[in-house]
RNA sequence: UCCGGAGUAGCUCAAUGGUAGAGCGGGUGGCUGUUAACCACUAGGUUGGGGGUUCGAGUCCCUCCUCCGGAGCCA
């Protein structure tokens, strides 16, 4: 008997075969029975009547509860009344087990709920389609780096030094001194590029910020290219690239999971390169012409991102920030020593920040310099600074979150659904 | 940490200070094309914990706990 999976029954129309799965849902009208079923690959209408299984098989309707594993075996046909267009004739169902008390029922539960119970929400129908949306969303990022000669490097999770600072740092025992989770591939990311010359590297990074929004986690995930011979103009060419690049994929290996979800795909189809690069000073402008009382030099907040990027169909990159609130790395604008040449991309639709890069400081005086004046320690800093004592070059590079962009392009207000197992300040468990 | 909201059946929610209820889910029965099917019947409760006011508290007061949303902080 040969064994297929839901997503390829279509090439199966007329023969015979079996399918490993679970209940979802069943149906009876009398004599004939519905049984929706499901195999991880999507959902599959199968049929038991009365007159064409022997009594045992057709007496399984009140004992398959939700979420029973079974294996069942019938012909294939097409069925236009069938979700999906085919459904199954079932022969023969063979249990594997029956489960028991299934707590989550396709019918509404609030989010407390459903987070207590995220290892099985996994396998309701939304929660399926974001994460299989993540899985393209890494691929298409994977094989845009791939595709344009970046070699993947990986950057340790164990860190001795602070990026920027270190109250948002997660402090571990590390044997006899301590250590902290990264929250930053960034800095090994330099040493990388000045050995290959463009990289990436692609990983979970930590932060022990006591934010509650929908846009925070505390563990979250970040590809990281950074470039040698690079300046930001360049670094803005890549970041846009990019983002159409994993849009583009997503519309085209997503459809099913988008229309599940509901999403308007018309705003997504806008986006294409070149996006629109504005300076800090000209976002503020943008602010205060849309009403917001915005202080020249402050960050912005959450609503003030989603002001600046309701004013462009496309991400909006926003560069040349005040220095003082940008990290010590960032190199100053040769034309305005206040001005750091970093840059931010903003999701539209209000989805917030998904790109923080810029150029990098590449003179050791300076390096050394900025350090000092940030407070931090110099010599956990000896290798960094020795990148720009041995063939220091113009470099640049960014960070993307993977969940604030799944969460723009699956078009989910939360990003704690935008990963399989969420962390946040409250919550260490499932 | 601050501001706001919530906690009642397995779930989602009702209940003017006066007999704790509905829908869904569960169980039983009916129905040969259902799409979260439908119909009938049925079981199911320490109203988050503690204290107080009152003839009487799910409801009012105090306190603690938990969760949600937002702010700050940040990506």
């Given at each position: 008997?040969?064994?297929?999976?839901?997503?390829?029954?279509?090439?199966?129309?007329?023969?015979?075969?079996?399918?490993?799965?679970?209940?979802?849902?069943?149906?009876?009208?009398?004599?004939?029975?519905?049984?929706?079923?499901?195999?991880?690959?999507g959902l599959l209408q199968c049929v038991v009547v009365k007159s064409e299984v022997d009594s045992d098989t057709f007496g399984l309707e009140t004992k398959l509860t939700q979420e029973s594993s079974v294996r069942v075996t019938g012909t294939v046909r097409a069925e236009p009344r069938a979700v999906g267009g085919h459904e199954l004739g079932v022969k023969s169902i063979q249990i594997f087990q029956i489960a028991k008390d299934y707590p989550i029922a396709p019918k509404e539960h609030g989010t407390a709920f459903l987070m207590d119970h995220r290892?099985?929400?996994?396998?309701?129908?939304?929660q399926h389609a974001i994460l299989r949306i993540r899985h393209q969303v890494i691929k298409a990022c994977r094989d845009f780096f791939d595709q344009n000669g970046f070699t993947l490097l990986d950057t340790p999770i164990f860190t001795a030094n602070a990026v920027e600072g270190t109250t948002n740092l997660f402090a571990v025992d590390y044997f006899d001194?301590?250590?902290?989770?990264?929250?930053s591939g960034q800095l090994y990311g330099e040493a990388g590029a000045m050995a290959f010359?463009?990289?990436?590297?692609?990983?979970p990074t930590f932060r022990a910020e006591k934010s509650k929004t929908r846009r925070h986690l505390t563990e979250f995930w970040m590809v990281e290219p950074e470039m040698a011979f690079c300046d930001l103009d360049q670094d803005m060419d890549w970041a846009e690239k990019l983002v159409a690049y994993i849009v583009r994929w997503c519309l085209d290996h997503c459809e099913t999971e988008l229309k599940t979800l509901e999403r308007d795909i018309s705003r997504l189809e806008k986006v294409k390169a070149p996006f629109p690069r504005i300076t800090y000073?000209?976002?503020v402008e943008i602010l205060r012409k849309n009403g917001v009382d915005f202080e020249f030099g402050n960050d912005f907040g959450g609503n003030d991102e989603t002001v600046i990027s309701e004013q462009f169909d496309c991400p909006v990159m926003v560069h040349r920030w005040p220095a003082e609130i940008k990290a010590f790395y960032m190199k100053r604008d040769v034309e305005n020593d206040k001005l750091a040449l970093g840059v931010d991309m903003l999701a539209p639709e209000g989805y917030g920040e998904i790109i923080g890069g810029g150029q990098r400081e590449d003179d050791h005086d300076i390096l050394v310099k900025r350090i000092t004046d940030a407070g931090l320690p110099l010599k956990p800093f000896q290798w960094y600074l020795d990148l720009r004592k041995y063939g220091s070059v113009p470099h640049a590079g960014f960070g993307l979150g993977i969940e604030r962009t799944v969460a723009w392009i699956s078009g989910i207000r939360h990003i704690r659904e935008t990963i399989p197992f969420p962390r946040t300040i409250y919550r260490l468990e499932p």
């Open positions: 008997m040969k064994e297929v999976t839901i997503a390829e029954i279509g090439d199966y129309a007329g023969q015979e075969v079996a399918l490993n799965g679970w209940v979802y849902h069943v149906r009876s009208i009398g004599k004939i029975w519905f049984l929706i079923f499901r195999d991880g690959t290892h099985l929400w996994i396998r309701s129908k939304k001194r301590s250590a902290y989770l990264t929250q010359g463009k990289i990436y590297c692609f990983g000073t000209e976002a």
